[in-house]
């Protein structure tokens, strides 16, 4: 798992790694250009995917986390409503709520969840990872997931179909 930036994130990725994680102004130095959100951002996940990464993860502050991983699967998470006291070490907190799901099997979209809600909790605390499970269990309950994976599209019509309107009795 790397959180890394710039010249070393450039560096780390051709041993492609299993998990790459990043906030979106390293994303956008990296990839040379303003990123939207979503659409640029899942764009940019999308090309280093391509490079043969597992899991790309994205963190936004207040606006959450993407994530996307090479079997297809993106998601937006969105954190709860919290207290805010200080972002010191919310990164790295959600790194290691990323982590820890890892270990306990957990998938893309539960692992975005636990990794949210510890940024949040470690953001309720002042200085950096001081808080305890129970918060960010606390956390857990108010984080959003939404599924941003494109649904596989419909099967095309054959000329056939199409010209009698997919209809087969018009004969």
């Given at each position: 798992m790397v959180d890394?930036?710039?010249?070393?994130l450039r560096r780390v990725l051709p041993a492609r790694p299993t998990v790459v994680k990043h906030n979106i102004f390293e994303m956008e130095r990296l990839m040379g250009r303003q990123l939207s959100i979503p659409e640029g951002l899942v764009e940019a996940m999308k090309e280093i995917l391509a490079q043969g990464v597992e899991t790309v993860v994205i963190t936004l502050g207040k606006q959450g986390a993407l994530g996307a991983n090479g079997a297809g699967e993106v998601y937006w998470v969105t954190p709860p409503e919290i207290d805010y006291v200080g972002g010191v070490g919310s990164g790295d907190a959600f790194t290691a709520g990323f982590a820890t799901a890892i270990v306990q099997g957990r998938g893309l979209a539960d692992r975005l969840r636990?990794?949210?809600a510890a940024g949040a909790a470690n953001a309720t605390s002042l200085g950096a990872c001081l808080f305890e499970r129970e918060e960010v269990q606390k956390c857990l309950v108010g984080v959003k997931v939404q599924s941003l994976t494109e649904a596989p599209a419909p099967p095309s019509e054959?000329?056939?179909e199409a010209s009698t309107g997919g209809d087969q009795s018009a004969e």
């Open positions: 890394a930036r710039d010249d070393v636990w990794a949210t054959t000329p056939e």
